[in-house]
């Protein structure tokens, strides 16, 4: 079993969708959580972090669930620009080592 | 400063060779990582320094790996004896301690004939 785990998607969606991925982690001792945006061809960038409480940026909501070792990213309003894969990364304990999952695609259509 | 950089861009080369990948990181930032990217897979860890310390290594890389960091600024990767499978992409990205986001280079991409 992967460490980090994301459904894989595809996932289409017209422009103006609300759209949820969701990530799981098998290490109960993980300390600290964030969503990646990566480009077709590109390098991963930062989208946000995670907090316990939930946080908000814009468009974009993310939960975390430590009971069921479980996060989640909320997109409002699609835009065409969106379109990209969304990467879920847990860090451990000792914070040294940032373990990504496999991504998820989310393609918006107009 | 313009981010972390990587060179070269693109490598390829024939089965058996020994290539080497350089990394410059944000300057201010003294953790430096390596990981490697296929197709459809996330960025996969295969190392990590602070400063010239190289902290932790993945017990996926085979012993054809060597990272160096020996000033705490740049870093090298080494792949000797290169095989198809190697073939990826190779991420470094660079942070501050204990601040877990980073920042990525545009990677370089290896190509194993």
């Known amino acids: 079993r992967k460490e980090v785990e994301q459904d894989p998607g595809p996932f289409n969606v017209p422009e103006g969708a609300t759209v949820a991925f969701n990530c799981t982690y098998s290490n109960s001792a993980s300390q600290s959580f964030f969503w990646y945006r990566q480009d077709c061809r590109k390098e991963p960038k930062l989208l946000m972090s995670v907090y316990s409480s939930g946080n908000e940026d814009g468009r974009f909501t993310a939960q975390l669930n430590r009971a069921s070792q479980y996060i989640s990213l909320l997109i409002r309003d699609s835009k065409l620009s969106d379109s990209a894969t969304y990467l879920c990364v847990v860090n451990g304990a000792n914070a040294g080592k940032s373990t990504f999952g496999d991504g998820t695609t989310l393609t918006v259509k107009p | 400063d313009t981010g972390v950089s990587q060179d070269p861009r693109h490598k390829i080369t024939k089965r058996g060779q020994n290539v080497t990948f350089r990394c410059d990181p944000i300057s201010e930032h003294n953790r430096l990582y390596w990981y490697r990217q296929t197709l459809g897979q996330g960025p996969e860890f295969l190392t990590y320094?602070?400063?010239?310390?190289?902290?932790?290594k993945s017990r996926l890389l085979s012993d054809r790996f060597s990272a160096e960091r020996p000033k705490g600024s740049f870093s090298t990767l080494e792949i000797q004896r290169t095989e198809q499978g190697d073939s990826a992409m190779y991420l470094c990205?660079?942070?501050?301690?204990?601040?877990?986001?980073?920042?990525f280079g545009a990677g370089s991409r290896l190509t194993v004939l």
């Open positions: 990205a660079s942070s501050f301690t204990g601040a877990n986001v980073l920042t």
């Open positions: 320094f602070q400063n010239e310390a190289q902290l932790e």
